[in-house]
């Protein structure tokens, strides 16, 4: 079982950064992918950065590449995401996940808002 809790949401204007934290439970946090997902109003939760392994393999949508990056601690059993250049289409409510496979996983952070200012 892993439990994950997420944290560093908050409201941000256009441009800037916010960066997201994942603190993951558990002695298996190595064996997983981890990622994030979003979530926007009236909209189905999707993709956004995964890690896999000890960090070498990153996949991003393709609506974020180049502003976001996705990293982990395994010593601390952390995964991050940095978000920049920030616009208002990214407000959402961010998820933490867990699995062997990130595009179907086996667990879920209960959500961090994060909300652009135009």
């Known amino acids: 079982q892993v439990q994950l809790v997420e944290s560093g949401g908050g409201l941000v204007q256009a441009g800037g950064s916010l960066r997201l934290s994942c603190a993951a439970s558990?002695?298996?946090?190595?064996?997983?992918?981890m990622g994030w997902f979003r979530q926007a109003p009236g909209k189905e939760r999707e993709f956004v950065a995964a890690?896999?392994?000890?960090?070498?393999?990153?996949d991003y949508a393709d609506s974020v590449k180049g502003r976001f990056t996705v990293s982990r601690d395994n010593a601390k059993n952390t995964v991050y995401l940095q978000m920049n250049s920030l616009k208002p289409e990214d407000t959402a409510v961010y998820y933490c996940?867990?699995?062997?496979?990130?595009?179907?996983?086996?667990?879920w952070g209960q959500g961090t808002q994060v909300t652009v200012s135009s």
């Open positions: 996940a867990a699995g062997f496979n990130i595009r179907t996983p086996n667990y």
């Open positions: 890690i896999i392994g000890g960090g070498v393999i990153t």
């Open positions: 558990g002695r298996t946090f190595r064996s997983y992918a």
